[in-house]
Nanobody, 114 residues
Framework: QVQLVESGGGLVQPGGSLRLSCAASISLFSIYIMGWYRQAPGKQRELVARITSGGSTNYADSVKGRFTISRDNAKNTVYLQMNSLRPEDTAVYYC????????WGQGTQVTVSS
């Protein structure tokens, strides 16, 4: 079983930055893929970024060059650094862990507005 605890969401102005954190209850080496997803009202949940146990990363086209996913294995924590935020980034952001099956965090609200 994997438990995920998210933090770091909030309200920021366009062009601002936030760093989301996702703390996992087990070693990240035991998880094939960690990812961040987001869901805006009326839209489907979409992949934002993901990182494998080997360190490979990929990103949605809409966030490339602005967001960075990283991990701290000692803390069993994955981060999403979000820079140059735009109003269209507003969504609930969810941490995801894939091992034998998918696990999800509770979600954290990110609102980008002036």
């Amino acid at each position: 079983q994997v438990q995920l605890v998210e933090s770091g969401g909030g309200l920021v102005q366009p062009g601002g930055s936030l760093r989301l954190s996702c703390a996992a209850s087990i070693s990240l080496f035991s998880i094939y893929i960690m990812g961040w997803y987001r869901q805006a009202p009326g839209k489907q949940r979409e992949l934002v970024a993901r990182i494998t146990s080997g360190g490979s990363t990929n990103y949605a086209d809409s966030v490339k060059g602005r967001f960075t996913i990283s991990r701290d294995n000692a803390k069993n924590t994955v981060y999403l650094q979000m820079n140059s935020l735009r109003p269209e980034d507003t969504a609930v952001y969810y941490c995801n862990a894939n091992r034998v099956k998918d696990y999800w965090g509770q979600g954290t609200q990110v609102t980008v507005s002036s």
